[in-house]
């Protein structure tokens, strides 16, 4: 697990890929059900990621709480930004 230190050109593109693509799936799908999509993906590959870095079931078991902080602390963290920029500029961003 990483913090807002990888914050970079890179992150903001990867981001932004993510982005388009749910952009491109929203023509033909509820934009509702893109969002949940990507939540449940979030949630797969986080869950991986915390896998991939444990030594034993037991060790990955015992990661669970600290790894739930973690990810919904940054969820969190990122939502109240998001929703700060919107109300700062939603009429700009949400013109027809």
């Not at 990483?2 to 799908?29: G, M, P, Q, V």
């Not at 709480?65 to 969820?75: A, C, L, Q, T, V």
């Amino acid at each position: 697990m990483s913090d807002n230190t990888h914050k970079d050109n890179e992150f903001y593109a990867l981001a932004d890929a993510f982005i388009n693509l749910a952009n491109e799936k929203c023509r033909n799908a509820d934009p509702g059900k893109i969002s949940a999509t990507i939540l449940y993906a979030a949630a797969r590959f986080n869950t991986f990621i915390v896998a991939t870095g444990a030594k034993s079931a037991e060790d990955f078991a015992a990661s669970r709480e600290k790894s739930f902080d973690f990810f919904i602390g940054e969820y969190r963290k990122m939502l109240v930004e998001h929703f700060a920029d919107y109300e700062e500029h939603f009429d700009r961003y949400m013109k027809s």
